[in-house]
């Protein structure tokens, strides 16, 4: 019996002490993964809100451009009046 208890002791105690230097490696694997995500998740974020910026400022080109037009049309209807070719 003294041999068996001596034995069971020694695989609980090396048991642990795996099981503890796992815990470890998993919980650091864990930290570095969860670091890696929130950057990649941060530099998507960034990635899509320059292409929503650049989006609202082509919206605008485009809608700078039709007031110009607008403005235009207006000016050459008033010049075409004004030299009585309406």
């Known amino acids: 019996m003294g041999m ?7 695989l609980d105690k ?5 099981t503890r230097e796992l815990k470890g490696y998993v919980d650091g694997r864990l930290e570095v993964q969860s670091q890696e ?6 530099e998507e974020i960034s990635e899509l809100a320059r292409m929503v910026q650049e989006g609202f400022e ?3 080109r485009k809608l700078d451009v039709r007031e110009e037009v607008e403005l235009l049309r207006k ?4 010049v075409r009046h004004a030299i009585g070719l309406n």
Do not use: A, I, N
């Not at 090396?14 to 795996?18: A, D, R, W, Y």
């Open 75 to 78: 000016q050459m209807t008033e």
């Open 58 to 60: 082509e919206v605008q």
């Open 37 to 42: 995500l929130k950057q990649h998740v941060s």
């Open 14 to 18: 090396k048991l642990t002490e795996q």
């Open 4 to 10: 068996s208890v001596l034995t069971e002791e020694y």
